[in-house]
């Protein structure tokens, strides 16, 4: 593929992919979001980032999603991001929801880390450096603190706001009882909070458990699913094996082979037969089950080339499921 030359965006980018209002919001989200949280730090291809970046907004694409912390090294996801968006995207901002989120560690000392004002604005002056960018479209709390009063939080998520620098406000990782009571300050203040990021997968169902998803239905906040290929066992790449290029063979923080047990591989076996009945892929099918009962509005995924998103965007095509389908994949899952 030659990247030289002038990128122009497929002319057909929005006839396939569905767009899901965000909650009661007037934003609408792409049923499938590009995540940035691998595959685009400094030890990968810039070229092949470019790529994969171009052939997600081709599909109709249209969500980049980052943190300040994303690499390796920290921030490096963002230089990569602020590169590409300049070299190919400039265009096509107002076609783009560009988000970021700041709450985990990002540089040394007792202001670089949670959920204080002072971290929070320096990380997203910070982050619009690194983008580019004048503003984000969205700007997270990435994670629960325990020890910095909520209301703070949420302030300092209202004043970016306000200042111009983010157009919506989100949170990710919060549980039902924190998620409610953001909801509550933010309403307070004037402003939706817009959407709760969280890990859901059909091998992870905690949102479904602690009860986040069926509350942010109901209260007009939208739900977006990271992790939803379960770290690729959602895949079935490992079903011959450890690719040396795979995640658990380079990334052990996340995931590591200790997680393939026999049980897990004869899930992920079963899942892909289901999976092949639908005339779908493995990773397609867990993709559709997200989104089978418009619940949540987006589901991100990563790729570490372009023919990954490409297999990935077909997810779209058939996010229905009969009952005794739903059942199959519930019987599997209780088999571990």
């Given at each position: 593929m030659d990247l030289v030359k002038t990128y122009?965006?497929?002319?057909?980018?929005?006839?396939?992919?569905?767009?899901?209002?965000?909650?009661?919001?007037?934003?609408?989200?792409?049923?499938?979001?590009?995540?940035?949280?691998?595959?685009?730090?400094?030890?990968?291809?810039y070229e092949k980032m470019r790529a994969i970046c171009r052939k997600a907004f081709d599909l109709g694409i249209t969500q980049f999603d980052l943190a300040n912390n994303y690499g390796p090294a920290y921030g490096s996801a963002e230089i990569n991001a602020g590169r590409i968006l300049k070299e190919d995207f400039s265009a096509y901002r107002d076609e783009l929801v560009i988000t970021s989120k700041a709450g985990y560690d990002m540089w040394p000392g007792p202001y670089g880390d949670w959920g204080s004002r002072k971290y929070l604005?320096?990380?997203?002056?910070?982050?619009?450096?690194?983008?580019?960018?004048?503003?984000?479209?969205?700007?997270?709390?990435?994670?629960?603190?325990?020890?910095?009063?909520?209301?703070?939080?949420?302030?300092?998520?209202?004043?970016?706001?306000?200042?111009?620098?983010?157009?919506?406000?989100?949170?990710?990782?919060?549980?039902?009882?924190?998620?409610?009571?953001?909801?509550?300050?933010?309403?307070?203040?004037?402003?939706?909070?817009?959407?709760?990021?969280?890990?859901?997968?059909?091998?992870?169902?905690?949102?479904?458990?602690?009860?986040?998803?069926?509350?942010?239905?109901?209260?007009?906040?939208?739900?977006?699913?990271?992790?939803?290929?379960?770290?690729?066992?959602?895949?079935?790449?490992?079903?011959?094996?450890?690719?040396?290029?795979?995640?658990?063979?380079?990334?052990?923080?996340?995931?590591?082979?200790?997680?393939?047990?026999?049980?897990t591989l004869e899930q992920i076996r079963l899942l892909a037969d289901l999976a092949a009945e639908r005339g779908q892929s493995l990773a397609q099918m867990a993709l559709a089950w997200i989104l089978r009962d418009g619940k949540v509005c987006s589901a991100l995924i990563g790729a570490s080339r372009p023919e990954q998103v490409e297999e990935n965007a077909r997810a779209v095509e058939n996010t229905s499921f009969t009952q005794e389908e739903l059942d199959r994949i519930d019987a599997i899952c209780r088999m571990a």
């Open positions: 122009a965006a497929a002319q057909d980018r929005y006839e396939k992919m569905p767009y899901n209002r965000v909650g009661r919001s007037g934003l609408k989200f792409p049923a499938l979001s590009l995540g940035f949280w691998h595959n685009f730090g400094d030890n990968c291809s604005i320096a990380s997203c002056d910070q982050s619009l450096k690194r983008l580019g960018l004048d503003y984000v479209d969205i700007f997270y709390h990435h994670r629960m603190d325990p020890e910095t009063p909520l209301e703070e939080t949420m302030g300092a998520l209202a004043d970016l706001i306000r200042s111009g620098k983010a157009l919506y406000a989100g949170i990710s990782n919060y549980d039902e009882e924190h998620t409610a009571q953001a909801v509550k300050i933010m309403k307070d203040l004037g402003y939706p909070l817009l959407v709760n990021q969280r890990k859901y997968s059909i091998f992870d169902r905690t949102i479904e458990e602690d009860g986040v998803k069926e509350y942010c239905h109901e209260n007009g906040v939208g739900v977006i699913a990271f992790c939803p290929l379960a770290q690729g066992l959602l895949t079935g790449k490992y079903l011959q094996g450890i690719p040396k290029d795979s995640r658990i063979a380079t990334d052990s923080r996340f995931l590591n082979s200790s997680a393939l047990t026999k049980e």
